[in-house]
């Protein structure tokens, strides 16, 4: 906050104490209301996630607008395409990497339930489900949608693929295409100035509150805890995804392209298929500690998916 805000700040205090005690009483009013909806909203069990640490990096930021980290890392792939391959050869469907670094996603998160939630009025609340979305360019990039797999940690791999067959063919031609250009469409109509604000209205009734709307084509909690994005489907190599602040969303993973790569294996230089996972991520929900332990569990996960991720 610069000096001048400060000075405005100090001088309304002054005003109304001295003045008028009208805008003291409206601000109280309105202080009340915002504790009782955080009273309402946010049940005693989650508490525990309220400590002293959580609030200071809470008190920190305001909503997505500054408090990223970002970090990669580096997966070897070979027996991720080879057990793609098997399952693709087995089910005739069509198994891609983007498919099983979902599954692996869903997997992970019931054990970061500090990172699969929701700041609600100041405080912490987690999700009830393990959701993870993933976006898919529609109208041949010109465009992008989203779709998103509720209860991710539940769900098989077969599930998720065939899930997915089903909601992208309708997201780029069908039905879920025309859900998405009308909850889309009213940005033609509505100057660039008022759409953060609509933005934020979406959010907050969403996300915060965590009502739908199915008349607008609105989900709540519509990314759920990790949103995936696989730009290596058109070249890039190195690439981190800004976080969309009107979704809300906690974990971001932006896959590479696979690429043929120099490794280390007991002691000897061998040639591997790679890829670069990269990760922005909110600092309010986690610290780099954190974010370290769940890069290591999915880099397991996909380095050896039959061992961790079955496909039934």
Same mark, same amino acid.
């Given at each position: 906050?610069?000096?001048?805000?400060?000075?405005a700040i100090i001088s309304s205090i002054i005003?109304?104490?001295?003045?008028?005690?009208?805008?003291?009483?409206?601000?109280?009013?309105?202080?009340?209301?915002?504790?009782?909806?955080?009273?309402?909203?946010?049940?005693?069990?989650?508490?525990?996630?309220?400590?002293?640490?959580?609030?200071?990096?809470?008190?920190?930021?305001?909503?997505?607008?500054?408090?990223?980290?970002?970090?990669?890392?580096?997966?070897?792939?070979?027996?991720?395409?080879?057990?793609?391959?098997?399952? #693709?050869? !087995?089910?005739? =469907?069509?198994?891609?990497?983007?498919?099983?670094?979902? /599954? @692996? %996603? *869903?997997?992970?998160?019931?054990?970061?339930?500090?990172?699969?939630?929701?700041?609600?009025?100041?405080?912490?609340?987690?999700?009830?489900?393990?959701?993870?979305?993933?976006?898919?360019?529609?109208?041949?990039?010109?465009?992008?949608?989203?779709?998103?797999?509720?209860?991710?940690?539940?769900?098989?791999?077969?599930?998720?693929?065939?899930?997915?067959?089903? #909601?992208? !063919?309708?997201? =780029?031609?069908?039905?879920?295409?025309?859900?998405?250009? /009308? @909850? %889309? *469409?009213?940005?033609?109509?509505?100057?660039?100035?008022?759409?953060?604000?609509?933005?934020?209205?979406?959010?907050?009734?969403?996300?915060?509150?965590?009502?739908?709307?199915?008349?607008?084509?609105?989900?709540?909690?519509?990314?759920?805890?990790?949103?995936?994005?696989?730009?290596?489907?058109?070249?890039?190599?190195?690439?981190?995804?800004?976080?969309?602040?009107?979704?809300?969303?906690?974990?971001?993973?932006?896959?590479?392209?696979?690429?043929?790569?120099?490794?280390?294996?007991?002691?000897?230089?061998?040639?591997?298929?790679?890829?670069?996972?990269?990760?922005?991520?909110?600092?309010?929900?986690?610290?780099?500690?954190?974010?370290?332990?769940?890069?290591?569990?999915?880099?397991?996960?996909?380095?050896?998916?039959?061992?961790?991720?079955?496909?039934?």
């Amino acid at each position: 906050m610069n000096g001048l805000a400060v000075c405005a700040i100090i001088s309304s205090i002054i005003y109304v104490f001295l003045y008028n005690w009208t805008y003291l009483t409206l601000y109280l009013l309105f202080l009340s209301a915002y504790f009782l909806l955080s009273h309402l909203l946010t049940p005693p069990s989650a508490s525990k996630w309220n400590s002293a640490h959580s609030k200071y990096l809470i008190s920190r930021f305001s909503d997505p607008d500054g408090p990223e980290i970002i970090g990669s890392f580096k997966v070897r792939v070979n027996k991720a395409l080879e057990y793609i391959n098997k399952i #693709r050869e !087995k089910t005739g =469907k069509k198994v891609t990497i983007t498919h099983l670094v979902s /599954k @692996a %996603s *869903g997997a992970i998160m019931p054990d970061f339930p500090d990172m699969n939630g929701k700041l609600a009025f100041g405080l912490y609340k987690p999700h009830k489900t393990c959701d993870v979305s993933c976006l898919v360019a529609i109208d041949e990039g010109r465009d992008l949608g989203m779709i998103t797999y509720s209860e991710c940690d539940k769900k098989t791999l077969m599930n998720i693929v065939e899930e997915a067959e089903t #909601r992208v !063919k309708s997201l =780029k031609t069908g039905d879920e295409k025309e859900k998405h250009k /009308k @909850a %889309s *469409g009213i940005y033609k109509f509505v100057p660039s100035c008022l759409g953060g604000i609509l933005l934020e209205i979406v959010a907050f009734v969403t996300v915060l509150l965590g009502i739908s709307v199915p008349s607008l084509n609105l989900k709540k909690h519509p990314a759920g805890g990790i949103l995936i994005s696989n730009v290596g489907e058109v070249g890039v190599d190195l690439g981190y995804a800004p976080m969309p602040t009107f979704l809300r969303c906690n974990v971001l993973i932006a896959l590479s392209k696979i690429k043929d790569d120099i490794v280390i294996n007991n002691g000897r230089v061998e040639v591997e298929k790679t890829m670069n996972f990269m990760i922005t991520a909110d600092h309010r929900f986690a610290d780099g500690t954190r974010g370290a332990k769940l890069e290591n569990r999915m880099k397991d996960m996909i380095e050896d998916p039959e061992k961790y991720i079955p496909f039934e």
